[in-house]
């Protein structure tokens, strides 16, 4: 299952010059559309031609690609280049939105995907453009709202939360494992040891596979498998205790520090 967005057509205006009768149709530039799902949901893997914005209200994105896994908490979106396929899943019951924005080859020029923030402007822009018609040309109030949020997007905060995954696959394993389930094994010597490293190459050779420091993306790690377990509703002391943690104190600065003090709120809410 994936998203089913619909297409906005408009009839632009001619050019200067040209007859009004040559005026092409074309896709309209921002197309934004919404879900909304009664339990936990699962996307089937999906490619977009344009940027893809992804934004749930009151759950947690889990986004996945070949090159690591990102986790946007209500408050956040996720971006998406053009022509990465992910996968989608929704932790919760929950609205989903996505906007598809035309490409920039000035914007996110390295092809990575981010978390982003959302802001209460960006919000509510969301909100108004996937309210819009989709027969015939917008004009005035709705051509603004299309207009501006591509730029206001552009303006957002991007958040050190995503989960990069190393290409060699020995690594990638053991990543994969900690990530699924995040355990005591956080040390840089024990990992360096099973890698038959120097604790020196395997920093080295770690932030070169990953892009991050080995003791960042851990914390990612726990940070990504701690949103979606609490928005599951399990207790915030049994995540705190998986990830490490002597209390659920210390997973909740954790939370606050790479997402905001909004996350730490939603999150104990949703947790028993």
């Not at 402007?121 to 603004?144: I, M, N, S, Y």
């Not at 939360?161 to 994969?176: E, F, Q, S, V, W």
């Not at 960042?216 to 207790?235: E, N, P, T, Y």
Request: charged share 20%; proline share 6%; with cysteine.
């Amino acid at each position: 299952m994936s998203m089913h967005l619909p297409e906005r057509q408009v009839c632009m205006a001619p050019s200067p010059g040209q007859g009004a009768d040559m005026a092409p149709s074309a896709k309209f530039a921002v197309i934004v559309a919404e879900e909304s799902h009664a339990s936990a949901w699962s996307g089937l893997e999906q490619v977009q031609p344009e940027y893809d914005i992804l934004y749930a209200s009151s759950s947690v994105l889990s986004l996945g690609t070949v090159g690591g896994r990102w986790i946007a908490p209500a408050a956040c979106g996720i971006f998406v280049p053009a022509g990465v396929a992910h996968t989608l899943e929704l932790s919760s019951a929950g609205c989903v939105t996505c906007a598809l924005i035309p490409r920039s080859d000035s914007e996110n020029a390295d092809g990575t995907c981010r978390v982003i923030g959302i802001s209460d402007l960006v919000r509510e822009l969301l909100d108004a453009a996937a309210k819009l018609p989709l027969d015939g040309p917008e004009k005035g109030r709705d051509r603004l709202v299309l207009d501006l949020l591509p730029l206001e997007i552009a303006r957002a905060a991007s958040l050190p939360i995503g989960l990069p995954m190393p290409a060699d696959p020995h690594l990638a394993r053991k990543c994969t494992d900690f990530a699924s389930m995040p355990h005591s094994d956080m040390s840089i010597d024990r990992w360096a040891a099973d890698l038959s490293m120097s604790r020196r190459r395997f920093t080295s050779f770690f932030r070169r596979e990953t892009g991050v420091a080995f003791k960042a993306w851990v914390r990612q790690a726990c940070f990504a498998i701690a949103m979606v377990r609490l928005a599951k509703g399990d207790s915030l002391g049994l995540v705190a205790a998986s990830c490490g943690y002597s209390s659920p104190a210390g997973l909740c600065t954790l939370i606050k520090r790479l997402s905001g003090a909004a996350s730490v709120r939603r999150a104990l809410r949703t947790a028993r």
